[in-house]
């Protein structure tokens, strides 16, 4: 039997760059630190640090850790994402989407399930700014600048 659209089909997905190509199998870790607000019933408002790790391809796997305040008290919010990378090989600005859980420790003890669209500068690079916006907790924002370590 010939598959006559398998490599038409094959060509098409490297041009829309929807198959991981040699720039962008990048691995490693990141590090970085952010503000983030989330505006709901109550808002928070703080700023932590965020540990990534790149196993290659298009995913990024992430942990962040922030602390703040609800209404003057202090609160803590600490999430745990997946996330994929359009571009991840790219020298200029990257987009990405994710998904995970969050939670929310303080005047308010919450679980939150997470959803986010970011933006960062240089994800091929080795270090850039990001911006991030979502659900999670309410409307989540954050704003922030990461190390990359990167290998390919």
Known sequence: MTLRWAKPAASLLLALGLV????????????GVHAI???ADFDFAGGGVHLGFRPGGRTRF????????????????GEGTAQFMLNPGSRKAGFYAGGGIAGLAGPVDEA???LLLGVEAS??????WVLETGI??????LLGYRWRRLRR
């Open 20 to 31: 991981p190509g040699s720039m962008q199998a990048q691995k490693g870790f990141e590090g």
């Open 37 to 39: 607000a989330t505006f």
């Open 62 to 77: 992430s942990l962040s850790a922030s602390a703040g305040g609800i209404d003057g008290a202090f609160a803590a919010r």
């Open 112 to 114: 939150y399930v997470l």
């Open 123 to 128: 994800p091929g690079g080795g270090s850039g």
């Open 136 to 141: 999670g907790g309410g409307v989540r924002v």
